[in-house]
């Protein structure tokens, strides 16, 4: 009997040992995570404060400090945007490329996260049809990343990489896809987790397109995906949001800026000059179809942007007809395009002549 109280009293006093230490190691383990969770935040609120060299050293730091953390491939993905925000697109990629190897079957949402980052560095890159693939690769695991993402950024991108390679069927489709997409986000936001601010940063998100590689050869592509893109931008302002509104119209003024560099840079060509201007002018009176009618009034990014668009309108025009003044123009132009050009003389009657008979009066 007092063997098996013996064992009893053992095995009570293992039980409750065994217990403890399990609750010891439990609170370790959580613990641990908060410090992960609040390492992660920290680099996190320096990327989303454009401090990315901080941000870059902030991931690098967590992945030593947690090398074997449930996070880890997630602040890689950080790290590879931090490399975005500095222009270095390689490296970026080459993480993305390594992320999406190693999480594609454990880490679906992670994967679907890398592509579509991936898709930014393919696009900087200026290789539109691995950005479409990155694209694609993502839209197939829509379903692990948030609504915004799967169904309106993914499809407006698309959309934009489709209208720049001269697809636009498929430009389109996607287009209307994204149109549907946010009205299915707006439809769920009763239901479905969503920041204040979630509109404004997919507008913002839909419409940031990289003019990293464009060129007076690729301007035309560059236009046309512009053209569908701006809407989204130009939306972002209308919200008046204080974060992603003043990104909404960098993104713009830099756009419009390097475009105008283009048409500025063919001087030479007035012809080719002339043929990029009067894109530019088109992309122009696409914007102001979004312009508030009158009596409607302006924020501060609308009055910035649309002051800037008529002074990019502005300025092309006079490089335009700087450059029609450089042709010169031959004798038979000068005369026809004078504004003192010799009027011509009408002699034809356009009634029939009428035959008078000899010795008749002919006003009769």
């Known amino acids: 009997m007092k063997i098996v109280i013996s064992l009893f009293v053992l095995f009570s006093l293992t039980g409750c040992s065994f217990f403890q230490m399990n609750r010891s190691e439990d609170g370790a383990l959580q613990n641990q995570r908060v410090l992960e969770e609040r390492d992660l935040k920290t680099a996190q609120d320096s990327l989303n404060s454009g401090n990315y060299p901080e941000a870059f050293k ?10 074997v953390s449930t996070y880890l491939q997630s602040s890689r993905i950080g790290e590879g945007q931090a490399l975005e925000g500095q222009g270095k697109w390689v490296e970026a990629a080459a993480i ?6 190693k999480t594609r079957n454990l880490q679906p949402d992670i994967s679907a996260l890398a592509s579509y980052r991936m898709s930014f560095c393919d696009e900087a890159l200026g290789d539109d049809q ?3 693939a ?4 993502a839209k197939s695991l829509r379903n692990t990343l948030p609504l915004t993402v799967g169904y309106a950024e993914i499809p407006a991108r698309l959309a934009a990489a489709y209208s720049r390679v001269g697809r636009e069927k498929e430009a389109v489709q996607y287009l209307n896809e994204a149109e549907k997409g946010i009205a299915k986000i707006r439809a769920e936001a009763d239901t479905t987790k969503l920041e204040k601010d979630w509109l404004a940063k997919t507008y913002y998100q839909m419409g940031s397109v990289s003019t990293n590689q464009l060129s007076v050869e690729n301007f035309d592509g560059f236009v046309n995906s512009q053209s ?3 809407i989204y931008l130009i939306k972002a302002l209308e919200l008046n949001d204080a974060r992603w509104s003043p990104l909404a119209l ?8 390097e475009m105008y560099l283009q048409v500025e840079s063919v001087s030479q060509n007035p012809s080719h000059q002339a043929h990029l201007g009067g894109a530019l002018i088109h992309l122009i009176d696409r914007a102001e179809l979004y312009k508030p009618i009158t009596g409607q009034t302006l924020n501060s990014y609308q009055i910035e942007f649309f002051t800037l668009t008529n002074d990019v309108r502005s300025k092309t025009e006079r490089l335009l007809y700087q450059g029609h003044e450089s042709m010169g123009l031959t004798e038979e132009s000068k005369k026809l395009n004078s504004i003192k ?3 011509r003389i009408k002699t034809e009657t356009s009634l029939p002549e009428k035959k008078v008979a000899p010795g008749v009066d002919p006003n009769l």
């Open 134 to 137: 990155s694209l694609l690769d």
């Open 250 to 257: 960098k993104e713009l003024l830099g756009t419009y800026g």
């Open 130 to 132: 691995k950005t479409i």
């Open 58 to 67: 902030q991931y690098k730091l967590f992945q030593q400090t947690y090398p």
């Open 228 to 230: 569908l893109m701006q």
């Open 341 to 343: 050009r010799s009027g």
């Open 96 to 101: 993305y490329r390594d992320v999406i190897l």
